[in-house]
């Protein structure tokens, strides 16, 4: 059975700590895998990685796939309050078709104190 | 990037009656997704609704609890029939997953009492 887990499920730091939000993968025909950002309900988007070793960018945040372990990690240096969120990882499989379907992790809760 | 526009943002509604949500898209979508954020769990896709035919659904959801319409290319509908307080969710449309990323509408916050 595909899943996706992520880790850890809640974390707790202040303004100016840099977290690592990590994410595991089984899922067969693996075509990507992405992050998101939910404050509210609908979850933005942040990344997608396709190929191992290869960082993405976007201002404070980062992150990396590695295909080979299967996993993902999200960097967020200096955070600030506005970074509270839940982040979600979720891996698009192939279904035979030209648009895959998305398995997503429980995500993971950060909350950033001031 | 596709803007979509979902309503109702939120429901309280009464065990054994119905909720019609709505997923409306500023550009024309081959397939759109309904997904269910139960408290505390991850996204779980209800279906897959294409245009002209019936929606596709994923195991443990069934078309009669979960009825989908998708009329055109803009536009989708998911009803969840005869509420129980377990369908109490965040349930979300998206659409277009993978090419670049998927799209997600703000989401509609179901309590049944």
């Known amino acids: 059975e595909d899943k996706v887990v992520q880790s850890p499920l809640s974390l707790v730091v202040h303004e100016g700590d840099t977290v690592t939000l990590n994410c595991s993968y089984e899922v067969t025909n693996f075509r990507s895998l992405l992050w998101y950002k939910q404050e509210k309900k609908a979850p933005t988007f942040l990344f997608m990685l396709t190929s191992s070793g290869i960082e993405k960018k976007s201002g404070r945040l980062s992150s990396i796939l590695d295909k080979k372990e299967l996993f993902s990690i999200l960097n967020i240096t200096a955070t600030q309050t506005g970074d509270s969120a839940v982040y979600l990882c979720?891996?698009?499989?192939?279904?035979?078709?030209?648009?895959?379907?998305?398995?997503f992790g429980r995500g993971t809760q950060l909350t950033v104190w001031p | 990037s596709a803007v979509i526009s979902q309503k109702p943002s939120r429901d309280i509604c009464q065990r054994g009656t119905s909720l019609t949500i709505q997923c409306q898209v500023d550009s024309q979508v081959t397939m759109m997704f309904w997904y269910r954020q139960q408290p505390g769990q991850s996204l779980t896709l209800i279906a897959t609704a294409n245009q002209g035919s019936e929606a596709t659904y994923e195991s443990g959801f069934v078309i009669d609890k979960f009825p989908i319409s998708r009329p055109n290319l803009t536009f989708s509908t998911l009803t969840v029939s005869n509420m129980s307080p377990e369908d109490s969710s965040i349930y979300l449309c998206?659409?277009?997953?993978?090419?670049?990323?998927?799209?997600f509408g703000q989401g509609t916050r179901l309590t049944v009492v």
């Open positions: 979720a891996v698009e499989a192939d279904r035979g078709s030209t648009l895959g379907r998305l398995y």
């Open positions: 998206s659409v277009e997953a993978g090419v670049t990323e998927a799209f």
